[in-house]
């Protein structure tokens, strides 16, 4: 891409600060200006605001100077001609679609907006069963949880759901964060390097969170821990229940085994043993139940699964999905969120 560097300005018409992008049309009509990067194009109504008449020219055309960031009007400009279309979900997908998302809002260009909106609920859901997608499609096939190949850091969308009020998508990511330990919380990420050099660091700007939004993510992230805590104690409490097929008999102590490695490996999961889900009470309730169908535990001697009866599998199997649909109407109050809108409503 030529944006690296600035052009000669005998050569290509352009004053020696312009740097000339890659979007420079022959046939190009009026030359955009954003920052010291410059864009040659056709066009005919889009950004033809009256300009002075002894306005110098650039390469033969007339200029329109616009106050947004190169990289954004770079990636607008392309979306405008190309269509934005993502064919595989990857966390660098984020960069256009911020892009695209604030010019798209700010020039009321509908139609990208809620492709890019559409394209942001995939990577933050607003609902149970499609948050459960997103959690399988960061796995990888070796059991491997890897979201940020796919998805993008929850800071960044934060940051931006902050800045245009795409109230929607805070829980989802304000959850996401939380799940992280707290020094990877409070060192922040980097934002992705930039197109031009002159918007800032070539290896991305370093984004950390405010005071408030830091002290928000921490007070949901002990909401989610002592949630597991509560679970454990109504859950898991009087079990077997008098509904148990091995009441009365000696076989119920498998029961009571049962239940009793559950609750140690949960408290092994809220303890922070498993490494880097500490505070995902939505991840650790699901393990929990796929302990119950799991064969791979070992006796000392053989492996094998837990020898729960029937009825307790089903009792506890119906708390853990009401416990999960629980955390999840949960999720806006422990980061102090109202009642977010609908991706229809931001439309």
């Given at each position: 891409m030529d944006?690296?560097?600035p052009c000669n300005p005998h050569g290509d018409a352009l004053p020696k600060a312009l740097i000339r992008s890659d979007i420079w049309?022959?046939?190009?009509?009026?030359?955009?200006?954003?920052?010291?990067?410059?864009?040659?194009?056709?066009?005919?109504?889009?950004?033809?605001?009256?300009q002075p008449v002894d306005q110098s020219l650039v390469d033969g055309c007339p200029t329109v100077e616009l106050y947004d960031r190169p990289t954004d009007l770079y990636h607008l400009l392309i979306a405008l001609y190309d269509g934005i279309y993502f064919q595989k979900h990857t966390a660098a997908d984020f960069v256009a679609i911020a892009a695209v998302l604030r010019l798209s809002?700010?020039?009321?260009?509908?139609?990208?907006?809620?492709?890019?909106?559409a394209r942001l609920a995939i990577d933050w859901p607003t609902s149970l069963p499609e948050w459960d997608r997103r959690e399988h499609d960061g796995t990888d096939i070796d059991g491997r949880y890897?979201?940020?190949?796919?998805?993008?850091?929850?800071?960044?969308?934060?940051?931006?759901?902050?800045?245009?009020?795409?109230?929607?998508?805070?829980?989802?990511?304000?959850?996401?964060?939380?799940?992280?330990?707290p020094s990877k919380i409070l060192s922040g990420t980097r934002a992705p390097p930039p197109i031009f050099y002159t918007e800032g660091e070539p290896e991305g700007q370093l984004v950390r969170l405010s005071d408030d939004h830091l002290c928000?993510?921490?007070?949901?992230?002990?909401?989610a821990q002592l949630y597991i805590h509560t679970?454990?104690?109504?859950?898991?409490?009087d079990r077997p229940s008098t509904s148990c097929a091995n009441v009365g008999k000696l076989s119920a102590v498998h029961c009571v085994e049962s239940f009793y490695f559950i609750h140690l490996n949960v408290?092994?999961?809220?303890?922070?043993?498993?490494?880097?889900?500490d505070a995902d009470p939505l991840h650790t309730l699901l393990q929990a139940a796929e302990m119950l169908e799991r064969t791979d535990f070992s006796d000392g001697v053989k492996t094998c699964g837990l020898r729960m009866c029937s009825v307790c599998k089903t009792e506890f199997m119906d708390a853990v999905k009401k416990a999960r649909?629980?955390?999840?109407d949960l999720i806006p109050e422990w980061f102090g969120l109202r009642e977010p809108k609908s991706v229809e409503d931001m439309n």
């Amino acid at each position: 891409m030529d944006c690296d560097s600035p052009c000669n300005p005998h050569g290509d018409a352009l004053p020696k600060a312009l740097i000339r992008s890659d979007i420079w049309f022959a046939d190009g009509n009026i030359v955009l200006i954003a920052d010291s990067a410059a864009f040659k194009e056709v066009f005919r109504d889009l950004f033809s605001v009256p300009q002075p008449v002894d306005q110098s020219l650039v390469d033969g055309c007339p200029t329109v100077e616009l106050y947004d960031r190169p990289t954004d009007l770079y990636h607008l400009l392309i979306a405008l001609y190309d269509g934005i279309y993502f064919q595989k979900h990857t966390a660098a997908d984020f960069v256009a679609i911020a892009a695209v998302l604030r010019l798209s809002t700010k020039y009321f260009i509908e139609h990208l907006r809620e492709r890019c909106i559409a394209r942001l609920a995939i990577d933050w859901p607003t609902s149970l069963p499609e948050w459960d997608r997103r959690e399988h499609d960061g796995t990888d096939i070796d059991g491997r949880y890897s979201p940020r190949e796919i998805f993008p850091h929850p800071i960044l969308m934060l940051k931006l759901a902050y800045e245009l009020n795409l109230d929607t998508f805070l829980p989802g990511a304000f959850y996401d964060l939380s799940r992280y330990g707290p020094s990877k919380i409070l060192s922040g990420t980097r934002a992705p390097p930039p197109i031009f050099y002159t918007e800032g660091e070539p290896e991305g700007q370093l984004v950390r969170l405010s005071d408030d939004h830091l002290c928000t993510t921490f007070l949901g992230r002990e909401a989610a821990q002592l949630y597991i805590h509560t679970f454990l104690e109504s859950a898991l409490h009087d079990r077997p229940s008098t509904s148990c097929a091995n009441v009365g008999k000696l076989s119920a102590v498998h029961c009571v085994e049962s239940f009793y490695f559950i609750h140690l490996n949960v408290l092994r999961s809220v303890g922070g043993i498993a490494c880097g889900r500490d505070a995902d009470p939505l991840h650790t309730l699901l393990q929990a139940a796929e302990m119950l169908e799991r064969t791979d535990f070992s006796d000392g001697v053989k492996t094998c699964g837990l020898r729960m009866c029937s009825v307790c599998k089903t009792e506890f199997m119906d708390a853990v999905k009401k416990a999960r649909l629980e955390v999840w109407d949960l999720i806006p109050e422990w980061f102090g969120l109202r009642e977010p809108k609908s991706v229809e409503d931001m439309n």
